[in-house]
Antibody, heavy 124, light 106 residues
């Protein structure tokens, strides 16, 4: 069974960099799939941040691209999110997830497995 | 940027059929996926590629895509189906989520 678990600071100061790690068990990241981050501000809907393949191919939400970096560490079977210059608007529950991308019939990106989420608050 | 439109809320009587819609431009060329999110929990994929159910999802959940609107249908609604439901597509190398629909089971 594929399981994902987010970890990282629950409180980040404004203008600093938010850093989170997602540990994956039950599947080797280097075997395939994209690995992504989604966030949800309190009381609001889901917002995709970005997704990365183990070999480095990545996609990011355009409005966040200048501040976001996703990386994969296959040796630790983890992937990470860095979001720079955070403000209160970045306060959210952050989820990591495995993203199915495509097969021989086409492209159907969607998220099959999710972590439980971690709340990150941006405040001084 | 691409937008998906969902009703804010849908109500259904216990045991009846609930239908949650999702709309967007040029929908016919896209495949729609649906997630269920209960309070305090992570989203769960309930329908992928318009009408496919992941293993473990009850047959009561079904999906369709008419080309202009996608619909998540929940037959014989249970109290446990009360949740937020989000549709999602892939557009221009971007994941797009709908705003979400709160399903209330009366």
């Amino acid at each position: 069974q594929v399981q994902l678990q987010e970890s990282g600071p629950g409180l980040v100061k404004p203008s600093e960099t938010l850093s989170l790690t997602c540990s994956v068990s039950g599947y080797s990241i280097s075997s395939g799939y994209y690995w992504g981050w989604i966030r949800q501000p309190p009381g609001k809907g889901l917002e995709w941040i970005g997704s990365m393949y183990h070999s480095g191919q990545s996609y990011y939400k355009s409005s966040l691209r200048s501040r976001v970096s996703i990386s994969v560490d296959t040796s630790k079977n983890q992937f990470s999110l860095k979001l720079s210059s955070v403000t209160a608007a970045d306060t959210a529950t952050y989820y990591c997830a495995r993203m199915y991308y495509s097969d021989t019939t086409g492209y159907y990106p969607h998220f099959e497995y999710w972590g439980q989420g971690t709340l990150v608050t941006v405040s001084s | 940027s691409y937008e998906l439109t969902q009703p804010l809320s849908v109500s259904v009587a216990l045991g009846q059929t609930a239908r949650i819609t999702c709309g967007g431009n040029n929908f016919g060329s896209k495949h729609v996926h649906w997630y269920q999110q209960k309070p305090g929990q992570a989203p769960v994929l309930v329908i992928y590629r318009d009408s496919n159910r992941p293993s473990g999802i009850p047959e009561r959940f079904s999906g369709s895509n008419s080309g202009s609107t996608a619909t998540l249908t929940i037959t014989s609604a249970h109290a446990g189906d009360e949740a937020d439901y989000y549709c999602q597509v892939w557009d221009s190398s971007t994941v797009v989520f709908g705003g979400g629909t709160r399903l209330t089971v009366l």
